[in-house]
C-alpha cells in the first residue's frame, strides 16, 4: 500500500470540511468526531455517505466506493483499567494513525469509544480493499499505545463492505461493515474481512438446533442487530411508524430471514430473551436519536418477556427520558390474550401504567368481536398475514372487514395490515379505511446507523 503523508491528504480537493475534536496537526477535513458531541457531526458524515452512495447508482461508471469500520478490540479492558479518560487518549492515538493513510476523498467518523467508520473512495481505478486493510493493520501495529509511558495490547478488527446494489442505502453498508468487525473482534487478533452479503434459503440453514444454538451465541455475545420496516401512513401528521425486528448474520455474512429466526426461537424456548434483547437495543436507540417525538416503533412483547425486572428497567427508563414511553407500542400476539388472559390482563395493566400503546396482532376475522368486546384498551390491531392474503384473493368478506374497521375507529383502534406487496393493493386498502401498512413493496427492514452498535 502506498503511505499517504498528512500534507498529501489535508490537500484533497474535495475533502469534506468538518468539526473535529482531534488535534489540528491531525487531519481535520477528513474526521467528524461525532463521538465527542460535535454538533451535527454524525449527521453531516452520514449525509455524505448517502451522497457518495447514490451518485455511484447513478453513474454505474464511476469509482466504486466501501464503507469500513475499525474495531479497537481491547477498549473495554483499556476502559477499566484507566477509565475514559484513557481510552480517549488511546482513541487519539489511533486516530493519529488512521488519518493520514486516508486518500484525498476519503472521510471517517467515531460515533462511539471502540471503533472509526469510513467512506473510501476507489480513487484512481478500483482500489484493492484487501491490500488497503492489510496495509492499516500493519500501520496500527507498528508502534506500541502508551498511556503515561504504559504500554498497552492494541489489536484490530476491519470490516468492509462495498457501496454496491447488494445493499439499500449507505448506512447499511456501513453497519455491516461495522458488524462484521465485531464479530472478528472475538477472537482479539489483527484480522479483516470483506462482508458479502447474501440472504440463504432456508433449505440451507441447517436444523433448526443449529440455528437454535446460533441465536444463544448471539445473544450470549451480543452480536444481533435490530433492523426497522417502515409502515405506510396516510396522515400528513409527520409520525413515522416502523416495525422493529431482531436480526442475526453470521461470521459468513449469511443473513438470516427474520421470520424463520423467530419461528425457530418460539419453538426452542428463548423468544422472550430475544424480544427482552430487541427492546433494550430499541429504547437505546431512541434515547441516542434526534427527532424521536416523531417516532413509534413497534416492538413485540410476551407475558414472559416483560418480567419484572425489565418492567422496573423500563420504568426507570422512562423516569429518566418521559418523551421515550410515546415512542413505543407493545405487539402483543393474540394467542397470548386467548390462551392467558388474566397474565395478559395484568401485562396490559403495567404497559398502560407505564403510558405505551397496545398493539394486537395475529387478528383473524374470527376474533374481531372478542378483540373488541373483552380488550377496550388497545390501540392498534395487526392482522394476521394469512387473512391478508384471503382479503388480496377476493376469499375473505369485505364488507365484513370494513364493518370491523368503522368499529374499531369509533374505540379509537388503529387498523394494520402486513405483508402487502402490491401498489393496487395498497390502493384498495386504503380506500377501506387501513389506517397502517406494511410490507416489502412498501419498504425492506433496514438499519439505522444511528443506532449505537452497543450499549
Same mark, same amino acid.
Given at each position: 500500500m502506498t503511505r499517504r503523508t498528512a500534507s498529501t491528504s489535508r490537500n484533497g480537493s474535495d475533502a469534506p470540511r468538518a468539526s473535529t475534536g482531534m488535534d489540528d496537526s491531525t487531519q481535520p477535513k477528513h474526521f467528524f468526531d461525532a463521538h465527542a458531541g460535535i454538533r451535527r457531526a454524525r449527521e453531516k458524515f452520514l449525509q455524505y455517505a448517502e451522497f457518495r452512495y447514490r451518485q455511484f447508482l447513478s453513474n454505474p461508471e464511476q469509482t466504486p466506493y466501501a464503507?469500513?469500520? %475499525? &474495531? &479497537?478490540?481491547?477498549?473495554?479492558?483499556?476502559?477499566?483499567? =484507566?477509565? &475514559?479518560? +484513557?481510552?480517549?487518549? $488511546?482513541?487519539?492515538?489511533?486516530?493519529?494513525?488512521?488519518?493520514?493513510?486516508? +486518500?484525498?476523498?476519503? %472521510?471517517? /467518523?467515531? =460515533? @462511539?469509544?471502540?471503533?472509526?467508520?469510513?467512506?473510501?473512495?476507489? /480513487?484512481? +481505478?478500483?482500489?484493492d480493499l484487501d491490500a488497503w486493510a492489510r496495509g492499516l493493520l500493519e500501520v496500527l501495529g507498528e508502534r506500541a499505545y502508551l498511556i503515561d509511558q504504559r504500554s498497552l495490547a492494541a489489536t484490530f478488527s476491519i470490516g468492509l463492505c462495498w457501496f454496491d446494489r447488494r445493499v439499500r442505502g449507505a448506512e447499511e453498508a456501513l453497519l455491516d461493515a461495522l458488524h462484521t468487525a465485531e464479530v472478528?473482534?472475538?477472537?482479539?487478533?489483527?484480522?479483516?474481512? $470483506?462482508?458479502? !452479503?447474501?440472504?440463504? !434459503?432456508?433449505? *440451507? #440453514?441447517?436444523?433448526?438446533?443449529? #440455528? =437454535?444454538?446460533? %441465536?444463544?451465541?448471539?445473544?450470549?455475545?451480543?452480536?444481533?442487530? $435490530?433492523? =426497522?420496516?417502515?409502515?405506510?401512513? !396516510? *396522515?400528513?401528521?409527520?409520525i413515522r411508524f416502523a416495525e422493529v425486528w431482531a436480526r442475526l448474520i453470521t461470521e459468513d455474512g449469511t443473513l438470516l430471514p427474520a421470520r424463520h429466526m423467530l419461528d425457530v426461537a418460539r419453538r426452542s424456548g428463548v423468544l422472550s430473551r430475544l424480544d427482552r434483547w430487541t427492546l433494550r437495543r430499541t429504547l437505546h436507540f431512541l434515547t441516542h436519536r434526534s427527532?424521536?417525538?416523531?417516532?413509534?416503533?413497534? @416492538?413485540?412483547?410476551?407475558?414472559?418477556?416483560?418480567?419484572?425486572?425489565t418492567l422496573a428497567w423500563m420504568q426507570d427508563k422512562f423516569d429518566r427520558h418521559p418523551e421515550l414511553r410515546f415512542c413505543l407500542i407493545g405487539d402483543l400476539d393474540y394467542t397470548e390474550l386467548a390462551d392467558a388472559p388474566q397474565d395478559a390482563r395484568r401485562l396490559l395493566d403495567r404497559l398502560r401504567e407505564l403510558d405505551m400503546a397496545i398493539c394486537v396482532s395475529g387478528v383473524g376475522h374470527r376474533q374481531f368481536d372478542d378483540l373488541l368486546n373483552r380488550w377496550p384498551d388497545i390501540g392498534y390491531v395487526k392482522m394476521h398475514p394469512s387473512y391478508v392474503r384471503s382479503l388480496k384473493e377476493g376469499e375473505a368478506d369485505a364488507h365484513e372487514f370494513e364493518a370491523f374497521i368503522?368499529? /374499531?375507529?369509533?374505540? +379509537?383502534?388503529?387498523?394494520?395490515? !402486513?405483508? @402487502?406487496?402490491?401498489?393496487d393493493d395498497v390502493v384498495n386498502f386504503w380506500r377501506q379505511g387501513v389506517d397502517l401498512i406494511q410490507g416489502d413493496y412498501v419498504a425492506a427492514a433496514r438499519d439505522l446507523l444511528k443506532s449505537p452498535p452497543g450499549e
Open positions: 464503507a469500513a469500520a %475499525i &474495531y &479497537y478490540n481491547n477498549w473495554q479492558s483499556c476502559r477499566d483499567r =484507566f477509565g &475514559y479518560s +484513557g481510552l480517549a487518549e $488511546i482513541n487519539r492515538q489511533i486516530e493519529s494513525r488512521v488519518v493520514p493513510e486516508l +486518500g484525498p476523498r476519503d %472521510i471517517c /467518523a467515531r =460515533f @462511539v469509544d471502540e471503533s472509526l467508520v469510513l467512506v473510501l473512495n476507489g /480513487a484512481e +481505478g478500483q482500489r472478528l473482534s472475538e477472537r482479539d487478533e489483527n484480522r479483516y474481512r $470483506i462482508f458479502q !452479503p447474501r440472504m440463504v !434459503p432456508e433449505t *440451507e #440453514l441447517g436444523d433448526a438446533e443449529t #440455528l =437454535f444454538a446460533r %441465536i444463544q451465541r448471539a445473544l450470549d455475545t451480543n452480536h444481533l442487530r $435490530i433492523v =426497522f420496516q417502515p409502515l405506510l401512513a !396516510p *396522515e400528513s401528521d409527520d427527532g424521536r417525538d416523531r417516532l413509534k416503533l413497534i @416492538v413485540h412483547v410476551t407475558v414472559d418477556s416483560l418480567d419484572a425486572h368503522a368499529r /374499531a375507529h369509533d374505540s +379509537g383502534v388503529r387498523i394494520l395490515l !402486513p405483508d @402487502v406487496e402490491s401498489e
